[in-house]
């Protein structure tokens, strides 16, 4: 029995809608399931391009800071040289305050004499020498005549040692200088410089540390002194 027209015509209906349902839903999936990987890429070359541009920032924030920790080493560098500079420009105007005062020592005769005294005992201390050849100032001959007595006997005393002194009275110490002597023995191969610039030139270089230390406190830094 034949099927008739209508029915097939229905048929073949049913079928095209069932094909064009099925290709509907296909697009459908296919057009999300684009539209969901093209954001998931999207997303990522978003968050690729954030992380390029937060490491540039980051990059360029870490070089900004690290020229600001370059610039502030610099500028406590230049402040502490600075501050040495003018420690030392002040330690140097002691000194030649230190040193003018000296000069004019000489001019307290008996201070003076004392002192010449105690200088030429301590040079023979040094030497332990039976002869000693002791040259001055050509002014200062006198004085140091005088006391040569008085500086013999404390060296005895003090070293139980016999010694012969002689001042020169042809060469003699610069008359610029404060003041002091220059004790020699063996032909000048043993020689003690006592004047007064030397001597306080030895107290200057135990003392500095001290000195600095009064002025401007203990420095935390230093490990070693003198």
């Known amino acids: 029995m034949a099927i008739p027209d209508a029915e097939v015509e229905r048929q073949i209906q049913q079928m095209i809608q069932f094909i064009d349902h099925e290709a509907e839903e296909k697009e459908t999936e296919i057009l999300a399931k684009a539209d969901e990987e093209f954001n998931i890429e ?88 039976p002869k000693v050849l002791i040259k001055c100032r050509q002014n200062d001959i006198k004085l140091v005549n005088k006391v040569l007595a008085k500086s013999k006997e404390q060296y005895v005393a003090l070293s139980k040692l016999d010694v012969e002194m002689k001042v020169d009275d042809r060469d003699f110490l610069p008359q610029d200088i404060a003041g002091g002597v220059e004790l020699s023995s063996r032909q000048g191969k043993l020689k003690v410089v006592n004047t007064l610039e030397v001597r306080l030139e030895q107290i200057v270089n135990q003392k500095v540390p001290e000195v600095r230390s009064k002025l401007y406190g203990h420095n935390p830094n230093r490990r070693f002194f003198d």
Not at 105 to 117: F, G, R
Request: glycine fraction near 4%; charged fraction near 35%.
């Open 42 to 129: 999207k997303g990522r070359l978003v968050e690729q391009e954030k992380q390029k541009i937060r490491a540039f920032y980051e990059k360029k924030e870490k070089n900004a800071e690290l020229q600001k920790k370059i610039q502030l080493s610099n500028q406590q560098n230049q402040a502490r040289l600075k501050l040495l500079k003018q420690r030392e420009d002040h330690l140097d105007n002691v000194m030649v305050e230190a040193t003018n005062k000296l000069r004019v020592i000489s001019n307290d005769t008996a201070k003076y004499e004392m002192m010449l005294q105690g200088l030429i005992t301590q040079g023979l201390c040094q030497l332990l020498e």
